[in-house]
């Protein structure tokens, strides 16, 4: 089955600073990957997704970048702001059409915004 | 609220008792997925409905764990005879998409098991 790590665990910047969170996985089929962000006891939000047939998508000031051929994806954010701490999960799935389609996620980056 | 819904937020049993959880998802999504969500992990898949047929169940699904989506609505876990090891925030997410896209997740049920 798929197996999706992420670094770092825990990440303190400072605000105004660019913050990025790697992940690898191991599934050479794993064509979709989305990042999500978990707030202190609320549900986890989907931030930006990427399917396996782009190099990068952008979304403000949220960025992922996928590199297939290393089977590693990143999230970047620039210009931190207080309201970006949270903990980041990344995730991997093979979207079959017709078959689990189970997200196998990270195990989480605590990413911490220093005034 | 247009959002997944789950009930309860919190519950305590005690072990070897049964529990059972619901989760409402958004109206028009036709996918709804179970994740197992425990201290300092991610979410951990553990099935999944496609309309009312359920269409995978995870290794992490012991024969104690079964799940129902009747009329393809709402769905519900249940756990029989828990243990403590089962502590962990139930998490529901529901989908617009035929598959995992966007998923949508609910606030969770918290169960601690005594």
């Known amino acids: 089955g798929e197996n999706v790590e992420q670094h770092p665990s825990t990440l303190s910047v400072q605000e105004g600073d660019s913050a990025v969170i790697k992940c690898t996985y191991s599934d050479s089929a794993s064509n979709y990957f989305p990042w999500y962000k978990q707030e202190l006891g609320k549900r986890p939000q989907l931030i930006i997704d990427?399917?396996?047939?782009?190099g990068e998508k952008k979304d403000q000031r949220i960025a992922v970048t996928l590199n297939k051929t290393a089977k590693h994806f990143s999230l970047h954010i620039t210009e931190t702001q207080p309201e970006d701490s949270a903990v980041y999960f990344c995730a991997a799935s093979h979207l079959s059409g017709g078959g689990a389609d189970g997200l196998t996620f990270g195990k989480g980056t605590h990413l911490i915004i220093q005034p | 609220d247009t959002g997944v819904s789950q009930n309860p937020r919190h519950k305590i049993t005690k072990r070897g008792q049964n529990v059972t959880f619901r989760c409402d998802p958004i109206?028009?999504?036709?996918?709804l997925y179970w994740y197992r969500q425990t201290l300092g992990q991610g979410p951990e898949f553990l099935t999944y409905?496609?309309?009312?047929?359920?269409?995978?169940k995870s290794r992490l699904l012991s024969d104690r764990f079964s799940a129902e989506r009747p009329k393809g609505s709402f769905s519900t876990l249940e756990i029989q005879r828990t243990e403590q090891g089962d502590s962990a925030m139930y998490l529901c997410a529901s989908s617009p998409t035929g598959g995992v896209e966007k998923l949508f997740f609910g606030s969770g049920t918290q169960l601690s098991v005594l």
């Open positions: 109206s028009e999504h036709n996918r």
């Open positions: 990427i399917r396996s047939n782009v």
């Open positions: 409905f496609q309309n009312e047929a359920q269409l995978e």
